[in-house]
T-cell receptor, first 113, second 112 residues
Framework: KQEVTQIPAALSVPEGENLVLNCSFT??????LQWFRQDPGKGLTSLLL?????REQTSGRLNASLDKSSGRSTLYIAASQPGDSATYLCALNYGGSQGNLIFGKGTKLSVKP | SQTIHQWPATLVQPVGSPLSLECTVE??????LYWYRQAAGRGLQLLFYSVGIGQISSEVPQNLSASRPQDRQFILSSKKLLLSDSGFYLC???????????FGPGTRLTVT
């Protein structure tokens, strides 16, 4: 059974700090990995997608890495802002182009001004 | 650009009543469609996915069913709701062959 773990469950940082969110998984035979952001009571916003053959992806202040051999992915947020406050979810796709996503329980980030 | 709609946004229903949640996608053709549920204290769980009209796959046994009557329409239903059906229901779509999924705004269902 594939399991996805996100640590820490919650994180509070001052504005401007660089931070790293962690995602670990037990089965490395993934098709791709997605990082999402969820604001309270809202749907999920896709942040970054890393294909199985890739090591990292960047979008603005966000950088996601993937290390299949160690079963880990990290989401790096540079120069955090209060608007970054949200729950961040990682999700693994084992089933190919039509496969389902297996989600971690998320890291709730609070960036204080 | 592509847009995904879900309605209603919130719903309060008594136990034993029927359910119909609707999801539609605009701006794309022949998408994969997905229904997920997010329950309090638990992670997101895939309920159903569809790769085409009338083609539904279920990931977990449950009190719910899904249908895809049109290419860009996905419906989640129940004949009799249970308390355990309460949760946040999310619809998602992906381009076939690409794998990246995009989510709708969700429906908050409370069964009383």
């Amino acid at each position: 059974k594939q399991e996805v773990t996100q640590i820490p469950a919650a994180l509070s940082v001052p504005e401007g700090e660089n931070l790293v969110l962690n995602c670990s998984f037990t089965d490395s035979a993934i098709y791709n990995l997605q990082w999402f952001r969820q604001d309270p009571g809202k749907g999920l916003t896709s942040l970054l997608l890393i294909q199985s053959s890739q090591r990292e992806q960047t979008s603005g202040r966000l950088n996601a890495s993937l290390d299949k051999s160690s079963g880990r992915s990290t989401l790096y947020i540079a120069a955090s802002q209060p608007g970054d406050s949200a729950t961040y979810l990682c999700a693994l796709n084992y089933g190919g182009s039509q496969g389902n996503l297996i989600f971690g329980k998320g890291t709730k980030l609070s960036v204080k001004p | 650009s592509q847009t995904i709609h879900q309605w209603p946004a919130t719903l309060v229903q008594p136990v034993g009543s029927p359910l119909s949640l609707e999801c539609t996608v605009e701006g794309t053709s022949n998408p994969n469609l997905y229904w997920y549920r997010q329950a309090a204290g638990r992670g997101l769980q895939l309920l159903f996915y569809s790769v085409g009209i009338g083609q539904i796959s279920s990931e977990v046994p449950q009190n719910l069913s899904a249908s895809r009557p049109q290419d860009r329409q996905f419906i989640l239903s129940s004949k009799k709701l249970l308390l355990s059906d309460s949760g946040f229901y999310l619809c998602a779509w992906s381009v076939q062959g690409a794998g990246e999924q995009y989510f709708g705004p969700g429906t908050r269902l409370t069964v009383t």
